[in-house]
């Protein structure tokens, strides 16, 4: 018999923990919430488990989990694992709902979410969606993978790398008693092709041709490729860039961290003519909405495919990135800049920690100089 009552638990008030025996513990919070732990010892190691709240699990129910519980350890069984076991294994889709909702705090947009999305219900929904995770394989996994490995290569890593995180997080939760075999299915894979080359980027040269031609007609998207040029900026870090983040006074853009790759804030040097391209979003502002750049929609920032689009119909064949690229290679093969500033205005992480430390500063006045250079650079031809 334990040592507790139906009333003794209803009376319960004082915090603390309050034994039945044989482990099972009436655990009394200062807020007054009760729970029930169980307490198993084996080969000199301790475990504590919940079991539930008082106020839904009866003093019978906890004694009958307790005992369930004492005879998993005692069969060399993990009581975690054989619980979600009893309350039902997600199947691979239902894991992956469950492991985006727990990541989407920690992500910078919305973007990164319908990227997840989008690469498992084109590969690997279709295989393994309504498999429950426990019963995933690795053979299982490399038949994913083995459709897009060579031909979609940097697709295949992803889907991997993404299979592997909804795995990781059925087994830390206990719907599987082994992580999933990540690398050895990578082993198995014939090597894919090496990625050559880098985004395609205008000669730096043709920058001042191209500029006249951009400003031939106004859009907002001729306007956010503009300014992503003169301020040598990431596209989304322009396309999402919000009113309130410009002191046009001091001439200065500041992003915050939780939209810059580095995750760290990043305030820009504005020359007179990137000025002028936010005071004229200005005049065009569309009402209520903070983008400085909105898309097509109005109130939302155009896509990342907007300005890919209008290089097309300028029949350019370079990308949004490439002129970061123009803007390095400039800055180094026609300027006297020193090669650390041109890195600080490209938001470049150091990855020498004795160097970072070394110059913590951002370099601000200096990139102020280098912007106005690239501004009378880009500017020439207009």
């Known amino acids: 018999m334990g040592k507790l009552s139906a009333t003794a638990v209803k009376a319960a008030s004082r915090p603390g923990k309050l ?13 007054g919430t009760k729970s029930w732990m169980v307490r198993v010892q084996k080969n000199g190691n301790r475990r504590d488990f919940g079991l539930g709240g008082a106020s839904k699990i009866s003093l019978a129910v906890a004694r009958e989990r307790a005992r369930e519980v004492r ?32 990541h989407r705090s920690t992500w910078r947009n919305e973007k990164h979410e319908q990227q997840w ?25 490399r038949n994913v993978l083995a459709e897009i490995w060579l ?8 889907v991997r790398q993404r299979i592997g995180t909804v795995l990781d997080w059925a087994y830390a939760s206990g719907y599987r008693d082994s992580e999933a075999p990540m690398r050895a299915i990578s082993k198995g894979l014939p090597r894919q092709p090496k990625k050559e080359g880098h985004f395609a980027a205008m000669a730096y040269a043709k920058v001042p041709d191209f500029i006249p031609r951009l400003r031939e007609r106004e859009s907002y998207s001729r306007l956010a490729l ?17 009113f309130e983040e410009f002191d046009l006074r001091e001439k200065l853009w500041t992003i915050p961290k939780e939209r810059m790759k580095a995750n760290r804030e990043h305030v820009v ?25 909105p898309g097509m929609r109005g109130r939302k920032a155009m896509s990342d495919m ?4 209008l290089l097309r119909e300028m029949k350019e064949s370079c990308t949004v990135h490439g002129f970061r690229s123009a803007f390095r290679d400039w800055a180094s093969e026609e300027t006297s800049h020193q090669s650390d500033v041109a890195e600080a205005a490209l ?36």
């Open 19 to 31: 034994g039945d025996g044989d482990g099972l513990y009436l655990v009394v919070k200062s807020s």
């Open 71 to 102: 005879t998993w350890v005692e069969l060399g069984l993990d009581p975690l694992f054989e619980r979600r076991k009893a309350e039902g294994i997600p199947t691979f889709r239902e894991a992956t709902a469950k492991v985006l909702a727990q």
């Open 117 to 141: 999305i989008r690469t498992l219900e084109a590969y690997a929904f279709p295989h393994l969606g309504n498999v429950q995770v426990n019963d995933i394989t690795g053979p299982m996994i």
């Open 151 to 158: 031909a979609k290569p940097e697709t295949a890593r992803r």
């Open 226 to 242: 503009e300014f992503a040029i003169l301020t040598a900026a990431r596209s989304g870090e322009v396309r999402h860039a919000v």
């Open 269 to 293: 040097p504005l020359c007179d003519r990137a000025i002028l391209i936010i005071e004229r979003c200005m005049e065009l502002r569309v009402r209520n909405c903070e983008l400085v750049f």
């Open 306 to 309: 907007t300005l890919t689009k």
């Open 347 to 382: 938001a470049h992480v150091v990855k020498d920690k004795t160097e970072a430390a070394y110059r913590r500063g951002n370099l601000l006045e200096k990139r102020k100089l280098l912007m106005e250079d690239l501004a009378a650079h880009c500017c020439k031809g207009s």
